[in-house]
């Protein structure tokens, strides 16, 4: 049964190298796993403009804007903090690739900022 889900959450993918444009693929492909998200962009630091019809944005955009609800957190690992520690503090929701910080201070920092926000961050 395919069913068309009632709601969809606008997703921003963060990183534009490997990791990034493979999360970018799987959700521009129609697959359960991406039923319920709707790719609105990509943020990279090179000026790439698109990458296979998806268009780039900025990070200032990413995090102001309301149709962005999650954001992919693909970059290298030394940036995932920051990364994090900003989609948090704009009310987005945050999947990061792992490792999630460099440290478990860091680590366990987001981990109660995300709660606080009540937002998910989920390192997969």
Not at 28 to 43: D, E, M, T, V
Not at 44 to 67: F, G, N, P, T, W
Request: glycine letters at 6%.
């Amino acid at each position: 049964m395919n069913v068309e889900p009632e709601r969809k959450f606008g997703v921003v993918v963060v990183g534009a190298g490997r990791a990034g444009s493979i999360r970018m693929k799987d959700l521009r492909n129609p697959h359960a796993s991406s039923a319920f998200l709707n790719l609105i962009g990509f943020i990279s630091r090179q000026e790439l403009k698109y990458i296979d019809e998806v268009q780039q944005i900025s990070l200032e955009d990413a995090l102001s804007s309301q149709e962005v609800e999650v954001a992919y957190i693909c970059s290298e690992s030394t940036s995932h903090e920051d990364y994090i520690r900003q989609f948090l503090n704009a009310g987005k929701h945050v999947l990061v690739e792992y490792p999630m910080t460099l440290s478990r201070a860091a680590a366990q920092d987001l981990w109660e900022l995300a709660e606080q926000k009540g937002d998910v961050c989920s390192v997969f």
